[in-house]
Nanobody
Framework: QVQLVESGGGLVQAGGSLRLSCAASGRTFSSAAMGWFRQAPGKEREFVAAIRWSGGDTYLADSVKGRFTISRDNAKNTVYLQMNSLKPEDTAVYYC??????????????????WGQGTQVTVSS
């Protein structure tokens, strides 16, 4: 059974940084794509970033390019989202996701098979 456990969320001032972690277990992830999504109150869940576990190719939403970086640590089976220059509009619950068989560049939440419980990120102005 796939388990994704996020951590690292919190309250930060605008311009600050946070690093989210997603610890993955329960399956071999070498052929998976891992992603981060976020959902603000009253809004739909939106794609943020993704990475192919094998090869490390990354894909980021335009809204976070130049500010966020996604990476993975094979030894720890963990995916990270480094968030710099945070803005109040980045405030949301951030979810880790995994998919096998779909493109890591797919922004549609429905194409991602497994989800973590989410971690709250709040950016104050």
């Amino acid at each position: 059974q796939v388990q994704l456990v996020e951590s690292g969320g919190g309250l930060v001032q605008a311009g600050g940084s946070l690093r989210l972690s997603c610890a993955a277990s329960g399956r071999t992830f070498s052929s998976a794509a891992m992603g981060w999504f976020r959902q603000a109150p009253g809004k739909e869940r939106e794609f943020v970033a993704a990475i192919r576990w094998s090869g490390g190719d990354t894909y980021l939403a335009d809204s976070v390019k130049g500010r966020f970086t996604i990476s993975r640590d094979n030894a720890k089976n963990t995916v990270y989202l480094q968030m710099n220059s945070l803005k109040p509009e980045d405030t949301a619950v951030y979810y880790c996701a995994a998919t096998w068989g779909s493109s890591y560049r797919s922004p549609a939440p429905a194409t991602w098979n497994h989800w973590g419980q989410g971690t709250q990120v709040t950016v104050s102005s």
